[in-house]
């Protein structure tokens, strides 16, 4: 069993993690989006768009018997996710380095996919998944602009018809003085898809 996580819930703490500048998926977040990707054991996972590599690591815990791939372009992002597969102690972690879709190139097709950040290469990349997604696979797009969530709408609904989503919006408790007050983070819009068998 992981040390540093030794729960069976997904929602590690954020502050577990290796952090810099980078984007990082939060804690409420990651737990939806690990809910709609329904992992088993046994999948291939491709975490498009890592960051720090939060959400790769909460799939390489719940995958344990499976691989997660964890595709970042930012050299910044890549050094976070090795010092987070490392400080967690995973082994069915691998770190590529480069942005997709051409990163994708060569990873054995995946079970389930998770993109949270596309480079502006949204479509291309939305196409190569519906191309490599294994029957029965699923996809869960995290989006915060309102852009991104109409343009991952339109093309997942192009590629799987059925398309279910949900935006969060989550508030943590702060203290101010004395007293306590709750301060809003960003909404997150996450989309998820099945490829039909």
């Known amino acids: ?80 996710i090795q010092s987070n597969r490392k400080a967690f102690g995973l082994d069915n972690l691998k770190v590529i380095e ?3 879709p051409e990163a ?16 502006g290469h949204l479509a291309g990349i939305l196409e190569s998944i519906h191309q490599r997604l294994l029957p029965g696979g699923r996809i869960v797009v995290n989006a915060v602009t309102l852009e991104t969530a109409a343009q991952t709408l339109e093309l997942l609904q192009q590629f799987y018809g059925a398309v279910d989503a949900v935006q969060i919006s989550v508030a943590r408790l702060v203290k101010a003085g004395a007293s306590h007050l709750l301060k809003g983070m960003n909404p997150v819009t996450v989309l998820s898809a099945e490829k039909r068998l």
């Open 1 to 80: 069993m992981n040390s540093r996580w030794i729960y069976r819930t997904p929602g590690i703490s954020d502050e577990l993690f290796v952090r810099g500048n980078v984007p990082m998926t939060k804690e409420e977040v990651r737990v939806i989006t690990l809910a709609k990707a329904r992992m088993a054991p046994h999948h291939i996972v491709w975490d498009i768009g890592a960051g720090t590599g939060s959400l790769s690591i909460e799939a390489a815990l719940q995958a344990a018997g499976g691989f997660v791939y964890a595709v970042e372009r930012s050299p910044v992002g890549v050094y976070l």
């Open 98 to 100: 480069g942005a997709a």
């Open 104 to 119: 994708l190139d060569g990873l054995p097709d995946p079970d389930r996919v998770f993109v949270g950040g596309s480079g």
